[in-house]
């Protein structure tokens, strides 16, 4: 088992900056990819961005490319998420998911997820 706690989140301007993390604690000495989802009010869970066991490899949703980075750091156990030049449509919650395998785009695919925390841009 593995438990994620997501933190970082809150109110920013468009334009602005925020840094989510991700802990993660229990089994963690298994190798998980992990992955960043969102979900605003009335629409699906979307994927965000995911990176590899190593933290090679990182892959991103289009809508994010350029302004997100996801990197890990898993001698803390923790995955962040660097978001810059907020838009008002990345108002959501993001989740923090790990999964034993390869990092994937579709939600239900993750084995672990975090509670969510919310990201607020105003305009």
């Known amino acids: 088992q593995v438990q994620l706690v997501e933190s970082g989140g809150g109110l920013v301007q ?5 840094r989510l993390s991700c802990a993660a604690s229990g089994q963690t000495d298994s190798n998980y990819a992990m992955a960043w989802f969102r979900q605003a009010p009335g629409k699906e869970r979307e994927f965000v961005a995911g990176i ?8 991103y949703a ?19 998420l660097q ?12 989740y923090c998911a790990a999964r034993l395998a390869g ?3 579709v939600p239900n695919t993750y084995d672990y997820w975090g509670q969510g925390t919310q990201v607020t841009v105003s305009s």
Do not use: C
């Open 14 to 18: 468009a334009g602005g900056s925020l």
């Open 103 to 105: 990092w994937h785009i």
């Open 83 to 94: 978001m810059n030049s907020l838009k008002p449509e990345d108002t959501a919650v993001y």
């Open 52 to 59: 590899s066991q190593s933290g090679v490899g990182t892959y």
């Open 62 to 80: 289009d809508s994010v490319k350029d302004r997100f980075t996801i990197r890990r750091d898993n001698a803390k156990n923790t995955a962040y």
